[in-house]
């Protein structure tokens, strides 16, 4: 079984990526005719459509019938934003899996009204580092801005993505991004898509 | 949607619970389809309106539940297939005809889905609505995965063409919400049906509860009808038993409970030497196999979701047919927790203590992430920047400043409900004191009661009966909540000439629920022009002479206009309305914000703060006001409540 969790806030596109990814687990299994292999994927957010905490669960085996990953049992969090990150993070990422991290950081009214601290960046890296797991930290939304839109950040985190090991390609992810992001964008995302890979893959030999 | 229309044998499509409902209704052959909408139930009907010009049927969003079961009944009435589709509280507002219909029962296939939400993830309650269809005496199915959601959806048209009554479907947040891979099976070809109405079709005055031989008999036939069901089910394909030869426990779950069982099973190893049982109906519920079952064992644990259903109809039957069997659950001694939600975690830890067996747990490292919980700071939700509710409440909250004492705010069912979600992070205690007046700080923390749809106008009017005079009564709600469930209160204050103030925060769509157009929109659920219904003209129809219009993003006309509303004694509505900002985003993208904050001038008095939007940002250690230039929609509303004229950008 593969567990990954796409954490963020809403609006970010932390749903459109975990489509993407159970669509490439899907895809693979149609084109190896596995019959056996399924896929779930569930979410579990706040009341807001905007702004609230979105947490994205995405499960891909033969033994799995519930769309929620247990705790302890993530092999990847994809976190869009720091503090989502650590939220989803420390809860269900398994000892020595993956955490790939946006640094970019959306302050929750908690902040802004001075009823709550924002913990830095470094020690949310430091608070992964106590649970043994492994993370990549960088700025994607920097690097989405600068392959044309912030808006492509999701992309970007899924070209991170893509380094892992993992039961899709590379090519598999990309086709399906291709399908589900407006025709338009399709360039724009490509290439977050590969700055994203590059940027994970350089951090990681570093 | 070309999810829907794919057939290709052995394709696997990855469809959200709801999209599978809304699959199984295609295949079988569904000709009218109604909803109100409200999560986590609206995508079924959101994908049939997208689907539908691709098949012949019929779509509404009605104006309330109420309403959209009875347009589904009455289509059934005249032999067509029909769906109705709503959340767990919306089967409140349809319970009236929902317990009625069912005495004269239908003739085309009508299906009934609800979405329960454990948890309460988007609702008021957690109400478990398998008891209903258990009160209303009709058949009730409970799937555990998107691919019997789909197939359960299909075969209960079928089913309720059978035995003459409606099919109860009873899905859940994590359900519908959900996405798995569902085989798609065939579309229902039939030719178009031919609609017929016969009064007394197979019995006398048969759509008529009171025709004789009268409701008594009617109710009668329904028990038969009831003893009918469980004989046509005995070889129903949604029971699955597994019994190893050694096993003396056993599981019985239904639906997500089931799914969080079997994965529990596998992961503690113990899935074959546990019996299992998982029932998809829960109405009637496959008693002989379930007696089979018990009598085979010690010890039955209940996994389900939400109250125990399943549980205690199982007890009832143990006492006359296993009275040995030990049988642990959410009743006597529960193991499992009745409120709230099960997830894979809780079953494991539940099962391990009810069997004896050691849970395989990191103690060290659970230590460690308690200690680094207290980084994990809460997220409040918040209304969208740009949110016109945003200007609504700062204009009411300078509006209420002009009068002394302590008002109370009714709230009400959408996004504005927020404004009575508080701040998560401050640290509020109750207190004994009969009447207390807090201060506003956020828009957050404005509205005082808050329940159901329709429930804020009139309880405001039970305030002003009750000769309550400490302070002003006000109530607040949305335009499709306006007309869900308002207008009867509203005529209600009118008739009884109540002393209160009726904001109606009009911004033209159903938004909390995904933006459905309503009959203030103009709009039609597959996009074309449809009439609006002007909200001022049917108040003021209502009798209410003191009605004022305005924009929320004119802070001071807006808290004028609610001023003399509160001046006037009797009942007074003021309607703001500004389109939702983002249905405005959607269709027009602004490029680049040009609100800035012109930090020379900011005084760092954080006034704009307390505007509650997301856009408007604080830095602590520069002691400066700031705009999120990815959240900005330029409405203009923080740069008018400044102080120092600090912010700027819109053109004024």
Redesign the interface.
């Known amino acids: 079984m593969f567990n990954i969790i796409v954490a963020g806030v809403g609006g970010q596109g932390s749903i459109l990526a975990s489509h993407i990814i159970a669509d490439a687990a899907i895809r693979r299994a149609c084109e190896n005719s596995d019959h056996q292999l399924k896929v779930r994927l569930g979410e579990t957010f706040g009341a807001a459509m905007r702004g609230g905490a979105v947490a994205s669960h995405v499960k891909i085996g033969r033994d799995v019938y519930n769309p929620l990953i247990p705790e302890n049992r993530a092999d990847v969090i994809l976190g869009l934003e720091p503090l989502e990150t650590l939220r989803a993070g420390l809860r269900y990422i398994k000892p020595g899996g993956r955490v790939i991290m946006n640094i970019r950081k959306y302050e929750p009214v908690d902040v802004n009204t001075g009823k709550s601290d924002y913990p830095t960046v470094e020690k949310i890296v430091e608070a992964f580092d106590k649970i043994d797991s492994h993370v990549t930290a960088f700025d994607a939304t920097g690097l989405a801005v600068e392959c044309g839109t912030f808006k492509s950040m999701n992309v970007v985190m899924l070209g991170a993505l893509a380094n892992c090991s993992l039961p899709f390609s590379a090519e598999d992810l990309e086709g399906i991004i291709k399908q589900r992001v407006p025709e338009k964008t399709i360039s724009i995302n490509l290439r977050a898509f590969q700055e994203g890979f590059k940027k994970a893959r350089q951090l990681w030999e570093d | 949607m070309s999810l829907m229309k794919d057939t290709e044998e052995g394709?696997?499509l990855?469809l959200m619970g709801n999209e599978a409902i809304a699959r199984g209704a295609i295949e079988g052959g569904v000709d009218v389809v109604t909803a109100y909408p409200g999560t986590p139930s609206s995508e079924i009907v959101e994908t049939l309106a997208r689907a539908a010009e691709d098949f012949d049927y019929y779509v509404e969003w009605s104006t309330n539940e109420k309403v959209a079961f009875e347009v589904a009944a009455g289509a059934s009435l005249t032999g067509k297939r029909s769906l109705v589709a709503m959340k767990n509280a919306g089967l409140n507002v349809a319970m009236d005809t929902f317990m009625t219909l069912p005495y004269t029962g239908v003739k085309g296939g009508l299906v009934i889905v609800v979405a329960d939400d454990p948890n309460a993830?988007?609702s008021s309650n957690e109400q478990d609505t398998r008891t209903a269809a258990i009160y209303a005496q009709i058949p009730c199915l409970e799937p555990?995965?998107q691919q019997e959601a789909k197939d359960m959806t299909k075969s209960a048209f079928k089913l309720s063409e059978e035995l003459e009554l409606p099919v109860f479907i009873r899905s859940v947040t994590?359900l519908s919400?959900?996405?798995?891979?569902v085989k798609p099976g065939s579309i229902c070809a039939a030719p178009p049906k031919k609609t017929g109405f016969n009064k007394h079709w197979k019995m006398p005055y048969r759509w008529n509860v009171y025709g004789p031989p009268g409701p008594v008999n009617k109710h009668r036939w329904l028990y038969q009808q009831n003893e009918k069901a469980k004989e046509l089910l005995k070889n129903e394909k949604y029971t699955s038993i597994f019994i190893p030869d050694s096993a003396e426990t056993g599981i019985i779950a239904s639906g997500?409970g089931a799914?969080?069982a079997?994965?529990a099973l596998?992961?503690l190893g113990i899935n074959e030497n546990i019996a299992f049982f998982k029932t998809g109906f829960i109405n009637p519920l496959p008693e002989s196999k379930i007696t089979s079952f018990l009598r085979s064992l010690k010890k039955v644990i209940f996994i389900e979701e939400g109250d125990p259903v399943v549980e205690k109809q199982v007890r009832v039957l143990a006492q006359e047919e296993a009275p040995n069997v030990e049988i642990q659950g959410k009743m006597k001694d529960h193991i499992f927790d009745p409120c709230g939600e099960l997830?894979?975690?809780i079953v494991?830890e539940t099962l391990c203590k009810a069997l004896e067996i050691k849970l395989n747990q990191?103690t060290e490292?659970e230590d460690?992430?308690e200690r680094?919980?207290a980084?994990?700071?809460?997220?409040?939700?918040?209304l969208?920047?740009g949110c016109p509710h945003l200007g609504t409440y700062w204009a009411l909250k300078k509006a209420l400043l002009k009068f002394q004492g302590t008002h109370i705010i009714n709230g009400d069912i959408g996004?504005y409900e927020?404004g009575g979600?508080g701040?998560?992070?401050?640290e509020i205690k109750g207190s004994p004191d009969d009447s207390e007046k807090y201060p506003i700080d956020?828009p957050?923390e404005i509205l005082d009661t808050l329940y159901v749809m329709g429930s804020g106008i009139a309880m405001a009017i039970g305030q002003t009966q009750s000769e309550y005079t400490d302070g002003k009564i006000l109530a607040v709600a949305g335009d499709s909540t306006f007309y869900h469930t308002v207008l009867p209160a509203v005529m209600d204050a009118s008739y009884s000439n109540a002393d209160l103030t009726f904001l109606v925060l009009d911004n033209s769509w159903t938004?909390?629920t995904?933006h459905q157009p309503n009959p203030n929109t103009g709009k039609s659920p597959t996009g074309e022009p449809a009439p609006r219904i002007e909200i001022s003209g049917v108040v003021k129809a209502m009798g209410i002479e003191n009605v004022h219009v305005v924009d929320p993003y004119d802070l001071q006309r807006s808290t004028d206009a609610i001023v003399k509303a509160l001046e006037f004694e009797g009942p007074s509505v003021v309607i703001l309305r500004r389109e939702c900002a983002?249905q405005v985003q959607r269709r027009n993208r602004l490029k680049k914000p040009l609100t800035t904050v012109d930090t020379e001038k900011c005084i760092g008095c954080s006034k704009c703060?307390e505007l509650?939007c997301?856009a408007?940002?604080?830095d602590?250690p520069s002691h400066k006001a700031g705009i999120d230039k990815?959240l900005c929609v330029d409405c203009g509303l923080c740069s008018q409540i400044c102080p120092v004229s600090a912010i700027s950008g819109k053109e004024e």
Do not use: W
């Not at chain 2, 919400?177 to 891979?181: E, K, L, Q």
């Not at chain 2, 701040?423 to 401050?426: A, E, G, N, P």
């Open positions: 394709n696997i990855l993830h988007y555990s995965d994590r919400h959900a996405s798995g891979n997500l799914s969080y079997l994965e596998n992961v997830n894979v975690n494991e990191d490292r460690i992430k680094l919980g980084l994990v700071i809460p997220r409040s939700s918040t969208c920047a996004c927020q979600y701040v998560f992070s401050s956020s957050y938004c909390m995904g983002l703060l509650g997301p408007v940002i604080f602590t990815l």
